[in-house]
């Protein structure tokens, strides 16, 4: 099985550099499956994988093609490569918008539509997000801080339509109103910054590595999904951060977590959710056996089913049904 990852790097998402990674770990596990890129893999200030030289070769050749959707891949070239060699019925269109609305004319040429929302039904497949092989580099810290919450405070954002931007901002009050020592709330990184210099820069550089280390200071870290589902990164790198994770309940259709084993649940918009959970936060802290236990089984299913090989190892399974 030759597969190809169409993806322009330089445009800074996070979610080609998650297929890119597990597409190179499942090459080098699996022997019938060769990889190539159109665009150098970087990761850590490293090329973890250098382009293709005849990227029009290993098109032909290509029992599927991973192409990223629009604001993601804009090499018309290659585009054209696809349909002058009626390449498109090998075609995995990545789709990495939020919401649920689909780009037709790819959905009509391609073998499969991929989102992270959606749900899967033909050749559509939600595929989310996962942890990043980045998530692992940093060891453990001493656990000095007792809360942290991902999200600013935006009194504004109240009125928004996203149910669950609306939760960010209630339970950013509530855990201000419950004036907890030792507590941070808000961002820890500005957003952009993040997401291109964890792809690129060295390990001594890189800000998302600061901020993965300022997560493992923690003991809970709280988070709260988007209502649009599929997940979010924040939630992957509070698994990673190998604390125990309070949030809305995550939506996987494989290898869900399991409230109170693996995480503690709460509903954003539900006042009295809310309340109890951020009222059993104290109780939390002071039994270590409860809080690690829960911790440790949260990150151990996180490692075991979530990372990005395990979404292409789905994401490939769904191709060949489809071929089928």
Same mark, same amino acid.
């Given at each position: 099985?030759?597969?190809?990852?169409?993806?322009?790097?330089?445009?800074?998402?996070?979610?080609?550099?998650?297929?890119?990674?597990?597409?190179?770990?499942?090459?080098?596990?699996?022997?019938?499956?060769?990889?190539?890129?159109?665009?150098?893999?970087?990761?850590?200030?490293?090329?973890?994988?250098?382009?293709?030289?005849?990227?029009?070769?290993?098109?032909?050749?290509?029992?599927?093609?991973?192409?990223?959707?629009?604001?993601?891949?804009? =090499?018309?070239?290659?585009?054209?490569?696809?349909?002058?060699?009626?390449?498109?019925?090998?075609?995995?269109?990545? @789709?990495?918008?939020?919401?649920?609305?689909?780009?037709?004319?790819?959905? =009509?040429?391609?073998?499969? #539509?991929?989102?992270?929302?959606? %749900?899967?039904?033909?050749?559509?497949?939600?595929?989310? #997000?996962?942890?990043?092989?980045? #998530?692992?580099?940093?060891?453990? =810290?001493?656990?000095?801080?007792?809360?942290?919450?991902?999200?600013? !405070?935006?009194?504004?954002?109240? @009125?928004?339509?996203?149910?669950?931007?609306?939760?960010?901002?209630?339970?950013?009050?509530?855990?201000?109103?419950?004036?907890?020592?030792?507590?941070?709330? %808000?961002?820890?990184?500005?957003?952009?910054?993040?997401?291109?210099?964890?792809?690129?820069?060295?390990?001594?550089?890189?800000?998302?590595?600061?901020?993965?280390?300022?997560?493992?200071?923690?003991?809970?870290?709280?988070?709260? =999904?988007?209502? !649009?589902?599929?997940?979010?990164?924040?939630?992957?790198?509070?698994?990673? /951060?190998?604390?125990?994770?309070?949030?809305?309940?995550?939506?996987?259709?494989?290898?869900?977590?399991?409230? #109170?084993? !693996?995480?503690?649940?709460?509903?954003?918009?539900?006042?009295?959710?809310?309340?109890?959970?951020?009222? /059993?936060?104290?109780?939390?802290?002071?039994? @270590?056996?409860?809080?690690?236990?829960?911790?440790?089984?949260?990150?151990?299913?996180?490692?075991?089913? !979530?990372?990005?090989?395990?979404?292409?190892?789905?994401?490939?399974?769904?191709?060949?049904?489809?071929?089928?």
């Amino acid at each position: 099985m030759h597969i190809v990852h169409l993806f322009d790097f330089d445009l800074g998402s996070r979610y080609p550099v998650m297929l890119s990674q597990g597409l190179l770990e499942l090459a080098r596990t699996r022997k019938n499956v060769t990889v190539a890129f159109n665009h150098p893999v970087h990761s850590l200030g490293r090329v973890l994988a250098e382009p293709a030289e005849d990227i029009e070769g290993e098109l032909l050749k290509a029992t599927f093609i991973i192409c990223a959707g629009n604001e993601h891949f804009k =090499q018309p070239k290659i585009n054209r490569l696809l349909g002058w060699h009626n390449l498109w019925p090998r075609v995995a269109y990545m @789709d990495f918008s939020d919401g649920l609305n689909l780009h037709n004319k790819p959905m =009509q040429k391609c073998l499969a #539509y991929v989102k992270r929302t959606g %749900g899967t039904s033909g050749k559509r497949l939600e595929l989310g #997000y996962n942890l990043l092989d980045q #998530y692992s580099v940093v060891p453990h =810290q001493d656990r000095d801080i007792d809360v942290v919450y991902l999200f600013d !405070h935006h009194p504004g954002l109240r @009125d928004e339509p996203d149910r669950n931007v609306v939760g960010r901002q209630r339970v950013y009050e509530a855990l201000e109103a419950a004036n907890l020592d030792n507590t941070h709330l %808000g961002r820890l990184h500005e957003q952009s910054t993040r997401m291109w210099r964890c792809i690129l820069e060295p390990r001594e550089e890189n800000p998302l590595i600061e901020y993965l280390r300022y997560l493992r200071r923690a003991k809970i870290v709280f988070t709260i =999904q988007p209502d !649009h589902g599929g997940g979010d990164f924040r939630l992957w790198e509070a698994f990673a /951060s190998g604390a125990l994770v309070i949030c809305d309940k995550p939506r996987l259709e494989r290898h869900p977590f399991v409230p #109170y084993k !693996h995480y503690i649940p709460v509903d954003p918009l539900d006042k009295t959710s809310v309340e109890d959970v951020i009222g /059993s936060i104290p109780i939390l802290l002071e039994n @270590d056996a409860l809080r690690d236990s829960v911790a440790l089984k949260g990150w151990t299913h996180a490692r075991t089913y !979530h990372r990005a090989v395990h979404r292409v190892t789905t994401l490939i399974e769904h191709l060949e049904g489809l071929r089928t």
